[in-house]
T-cell receptor, first 113, second 114 residues
Framework: GDSVTQTEGQVALSEEDFLTIHCNYSASGYPALFWYVQYPGEGPQFLFRASRDKEKGSSRGFEATYDKGTTSFHLRKASVQESDSAVYYCALGDGSSGNKLIFGIGTLLSVKP | ETAVFQTPNYHVTQVGNEVSFNCKQTLGHDTMYWYKQDSKKLLKIMFSYNNKQLIVNETVPRRFSPQSSDKAHLNLRIKSVEPEDSAVYLC?????????????FGPGTRLTVL
């Protein structure tokens, strides 16, 4: 079945560091790919999505580019802030049987001031 | 601004009891979902409804049953809870049920089974 792999379970950075969280997917065709962010005590929030090869999604300084060749959708931010500390989820939209999101394991980002 | 509301926020109960969680969305969306988030923060879909019709029913134990009275409400009942049911249950909604649809999540209900 379809799946999403996030290789980093935790990332610790200092403010103004560059962020990369890796996301690879396994699915046929061109599934919609998403990034969601979850702050403590809240539900996940939609960050952005992409659904075509080479399409870039972006929001709040975060961005990711859909790459069909490497089946990747890596999250990047040039300069993180302490307020970016949260859990980040890569997800794949599985429309084969209704819209369900298949989530990666999540990456806990901790940013020190 | 919260648009997906869940009650209760927390619930502690004993093994074997029945519990029920409520979810309401004020976004006018057609599709609603229940997800389970375990202690390791893993998120898995349980059910989804579109216009009050069950669309997705993942392999969950039969003691879990969703209930939809209208498009804006989707409740979750668990008969005879087990210790492994301890988790955060997240409700979400989306405008429609395409695989590209942005989903809006509630804050979750944390269930602890003693």
């Amino acid at each position: 079945g379809d799946s999403v792999t996030q290789t980093e379970g935790q990332v610790a950075l200092s403010e103004e560091d560059f962020l990369t969280i890796h996301c690879n997917y396994s699915a046929s065709g061109y599934p919609a790919l998403f990034w969601y962010v979850q702050y403590p005590g809240e539900g996940p929030q939609f960050l952005f999505r992409a659904s075509r090869d080479k399409e870039k999604g972006s929001s709040r300084g975060f961005e990711a580019t859909y790459d069909k060749g490497t089946t990747s959708f890596h999250l990047r931010k040039a300069s993180v802030q302490e307020s970016d500390s949260a859990v980040y989820y890569c997800a794949l939209g599985d429309g084969s049987s209704g819209n369900k999101l298949i989530f990666g394991i999540g990456t806990l980002l901790s940013v020190k001031p | 601004e919260t648009a997906v509301f869940q009650t209760p926020n927390y619930h502690v109960t004993q093994v074997g009891n029945e519990v029920s969680f409520n979810c309401k969305q004020t976004l006018g969306h057609d599709t609603m979902y229940w997800y389970k988030q375990d202690s390791k923060k893993l998120l898995k879909i349980m059910f989804s409804y579109n216009n009050k019709q069950l669309i997705v029913n993942e392999t969950v134990p039969r003691r879990f049953s969703p209930q939809s009275s209208d498009k804006a409400h989707l409740n979750l009942r668990i008969k005879s809870v087990e210790p492994e049911d301890s988790a955060v249950y997240l409700c979400a909604s989306s405008l429609d049920w395409g695989d590209y649809a942005e989903q809006f999540f509630g804050p979750g209900t944390r269930l602890t089974v003693l």
